[in-house]
């Protein structure tokens, strides 16, 4: 095999050996139900296909196979990102990875867009239901399916519009999804999260930076942020208005990562409700969607 030399990409060095040897076990190691795949009767594969891989981390397999043989260029950090994500690597784990591929290791921040293997595994079992991971100040970092279907693809934004206060606040237009008797509450519980992220991170974090820029743009979050609200939630069923199937009532469960400062959002219906039953609408029509 041809290991190659060194790669210098913008002042760095890729260990292309090491990064191989690393990828590869991590693939050996992992078992299809450790990332919420099938494993299948006929299944003799160490771990996971390379394939199986390449789906998981949101790139070509003919890419991922490269990594692996140690060919091609320097991954990006993004790319690393998302291999991380799809290996389900710990902090320490994500650390090594970037400084293999030849990265300054991201910083520890309590906002960190890494998530957790822990809540991972909770999302890779939730297949057939409405939930996403956010960060403090409403960033989605993943979705399941069913979530897309229900609300849109949350993780394609990019700076501050990220956020989903950014976008409530600066692009009103896109509060469609939430009834208008019910933005005000939506309005007062955003703001509440993005005060209590800014307590948390400090004046010199995003969310910090978040703050003074919707303080900047917006005279709803002014005036909402004067009323010094914390601990704000939904702490009542959730009205969510869909373009295909109409009003849906759900409930919404949260599962704190204090490490990370992220949060699971689960979103379930009354079994036998109507809101149930258009789920279940939702589950065919993204199904359909994503063969399309």
């Not at 140690?70 to 650390?95: K, N």
């Not at 809540?119 to 399941?144: C, F, I, K, N, S």
């Not at 003074?212 to 702490?235: D, N, Q």
């Amino acid at each position: 095999m041809d290991n190659g030399p060194p790669t210098r990409h913008s002042g760095t060095v890729v260990d292309r050996a090491g990064l191989a040897d690393f990828l590869r076990r991590r693939r050996e190691v992992l078992q299809p139900e450790d990332v919420g795949l099938p494993r299948g009767p006929r299944r003799r594969t160490s771990g996971l296909r390379r394939e199986e891989v390449a789906a998981l981390c949101g790139m070509s397999a003919d890419y991922y196979s490269r990594l692996e043989r140690r060919r091609g260029p320097q991954p990006s950090e993004q790319m690393i990102g998302a291999i991380a994500r799809g290996f389900h690597l710990s902090l320490d784990e994500r650390d090594h990875l970037f400084l293999l591929a030849g990265h300054n290791v991201p910083r520890r921040a309590l906002r960190s867009d890494h998530v957790s293997p822990g809540l991972l595994r909770v999302l890779d079992r939730l297949d057939d239901t409405p939930a996403q991971v956010m960060t403090g100040v409403g960033e989605t970092l993943l979705q399941t399916r069913l979530a897309v279907a229900l609300l849109g693809d949350q993780t394609r934004y990019t700076g501050m519009d990220r956020s989903m206060a950014y976008r409530w606040f600066v692009h009103p237009d896109g509060r469609h999804t939430a009834p208008l008797e019910d933005h005000e509450k939506h309005g007062r519980i955003f703001t509440a999260q993005v005060r209590a992220a800014v307590t948390r991170e400090g004046p010199r974090s995003r969310a910090a930076a978040l703050a003074e820029e919707l303080r900047r743009l917006s005279p709803e979050f002014v005036r909402y942020w004067a009323y010094h609200e914390v601990g704000l939630r939904h702490t009542e069923p959730k009205r969510i208005v869909h373009p295909e199937v109409g009003m849906l009532v759900l409930d919404c469960q949260q599962l704190l990562d204090p490490d990370q400062s992220q949060s699971l959002l689960v979103f379930t219906a009354t079994p036998g409700s109507e809101s149930h039953e258009k789920l279940r609408l939702l589950d065919v029509i993204g199904n359909q969607q994503l063969n399309a």
